[in-house]
């Protein structure tokens, strides 16, 4: 009832009503005890009294949510939306050549698309030629006696490219940052350090997050020892000493379902519970 008011006076369409919804519920409950059509009608009265808010009070973020899951064409709106109001600029590092020699699967990736045509062939029919020609950000080479633009500068353009040398990754995005960029994505190859030269962004104050999604177990030894992990809800941890992060501590795993003795005990016995709801989209 308090979601349809909600939705109505926010300016949704809505499809059927709240009382139809009530009255379904009731009959698919076993009848006894007193439970009849009577009751279901005192029971409407009463919380039609005075003014019902949803549960959630404000429902934006779950209405957001259901149509980022089931309509495409909004999810791409949306994301482009953010793009507009979130534009950032894209660093690498300059040399890669050494990197790109360990990796066997760059090799063959590289031996496969040699020689292609520019253009693209859908199926056995025609070739396909792009529709519109594709516009590259400005690149710019890193210098430290050169100064990088500020964010006002690019209010109507693309975001840079800026790359750099190795060593210069803290002098630029720490400019960037002081010249008004709120992202920088660096898009340096992997094994060039991002997350070591990352974890020695750490200061006293706290006022610096390293977000990953492994963050139990962190893969570089300046983020385990400048950082400290804030757990998160659990029932419990196992230690896997099979593995070791890179200051010699056992992994940490979450405990099986019914494990009533996990090496580090749990924070929240609700804690599956939260995961349930969680793997069935509900956010938050």
């Given at each position: ?29 076993a009848p006894g005890g ?104 400005k690149t710019i080479k ?115 379902d019914g494990d009533e ?24």
């Amino acid at each position: 009832m308090a979601a349809d008011d909600w939705l109505i006076g926010n300016g949704y369409i809505v499809e059927g009503n709240p009382y139809d919804l009530f009255i379904n519920y009731c009959y698919a409950c076993a009848p006894g005890g007193g439970w009849n059509p009577r009751e279901w009608e005192t029971i409407w009265r009463s919380a039609s009294r005075g003014n019902p808010a949803p549960a959630r009070r404000d429902l934006t973020k779950f209405i957001h949510w259901y149509r980022w899951s089931h309509d495409e064409d909004y999810k791409q709106a949306a994301i482009a939306t953010w793009k507009n109001k979130n534009s950032y600029p894209t660093v690498e590092i300059e040399k890669v050549d050494s990197a790109r020699a360990q990796s066997e699967f760059i090799n063959w990736l590289e031996s496969k698309v040699k020689g292609l045509s520019k253009h693209f062939q859908k199926g056995f029919g025609q070739y396909l030629k792009l529709s519109k020609p594709v516009t590259l950000p400005k690149t710019i080479k890193y210098d430290d006696s050169s100064p990088l633009p500020n964010k006002s500068d690019y209010e109507s353009q693309q975001p840079p490219r800026i790359k750099f040398s190795q060593g210069q990754r803290h002098q630029v995005i720490t400019q960037l940052r002081a010249l008004g960029w709120q992202f920088v994505l660096d898009r340096s190859f992997m094994g060039l350090g991002k997350s070591h030269d990352m974890g020695q962004f750490a200061n006293s104050e706290g006022q610096m997050w390293f977000l990953d999604l492994n963050h139990r177990n962190p893969s570089v030894e300046t983020v385990e020892n400048n950082f400290d992990d804030l757990a998160v809800r659990h029932n419990g941890l196992n230690q896997d000493s099979l593995r070791k992060t890179p200051m010699g501590k056992p992994h940490l795993n979450w405990a099986s379902d019914g494990d009533e003795n996990p090496d580090i005990k749990s924070l929240c016995h609700n804690a599956h519970l939260f995961l349930k709801l969680q793997n069935k989209g509900y956010p938050n």
